[in-house]
T-cell receptor
């Protein structure tokens, strides 16, 4: 059963703490993405990775970090430097071949800062 | 940066009616995609239309693309309560440094009343 999973579904963080959101895919996709979604808004790209051990900043990378040590995994760390981290975070993957790629999304993680 | 803008922001219709959502974008594209998001969930790909196509169908969905007007429309015919969701258009960044990445609009929130 192929797909993309994210965990946890809900995450609560105290101010000043770093937290890591998990994203795993078994679709054998090369590219993976992290997006942030705020209420009533579209998706904004945080980071993306086209290949293992390589990743690029998206539009709103400040206060976030990622790693891509395995093809299947692309964890996102929300650091204490991110001033307003409360949001819905979505991970996606695609076959990185052309600019026409469809993206497949995970179910999301809702992060709340207490 | 916001590329696609959906219109209307919200749409409420009765079951059985047709729903039309529009998307306008600013720069040239290779393709335009439509995604659906149920409340609190990840996005699901609906349909992709390439820049050399004018119309595409998938089940009850009909998508049109007018590259001269830089606009697209998504028509859902014979709507059902289960179609209640937010609908996003996404365009590929055919110019600029993020080749192959999608840029999402803010979405149209569709409510279909039984």
């Amino acid at each position: 059963d192929g797909g993309i999973t994210q965990s946890p579904k809900y995450l609560f963080r105290k101010e000043g703490q770093n937290v890591t959101l998990s994203c795993e895919q078994n679709l054998n996709h090369d590219a993976m993405y992290w997006y942030r979604q705020d209420p009533g808004q579209g998706l904004r790209l945080i980071y993306y990775s086209q290949i293992v051990n390589d990743f690029q900043k998206g539009d709103i990378a400040e206060g976030y970090s990622v790693s891509r040590e395995k093809k299947e995994s692309f964890p996102l760390t929300v650091t204490s430097a991110q001033k307003n981290p409360t949001a819905f975070y979505l991970c996606a993957s695609s076959i990185w071949r052309t600019s026409t790629d469809t993206q497949y999304f995970g179910p999301g993680t809702r992060l709340t800062v207490l | 940066s916001q590329q696609g803008e959906e219109d209307p922001q919200a749409l409420s219709i009765q079951e059985g009616e047709n729903a039309t959502m529009n998307c306008s974008y600013k720069t040239s594209i290779n393709n335009l995609q439509w995604y659906r998001q149920n409340s609190g969930r990840g996005l699901v790909h609906l349909i992709l239309i390439r820049s050399n196509e004018r119309e595409k169908h998938s089940g009850r969905l009909r998508v049109t693309l007018d590259t001269s007007k830089k606009s697209s429309s998504l028509l859902i015919t014979a709507s059902r309560a289960a179609d209640t969701a937010s609908y996003f258009c996404a365009t590929d960044a055919s110019n600029g440094g993020s080749q192959g990445n999608l840029i999402f609009g803010k979405g149209t929130k569709l409510s279909v009343k039984p």
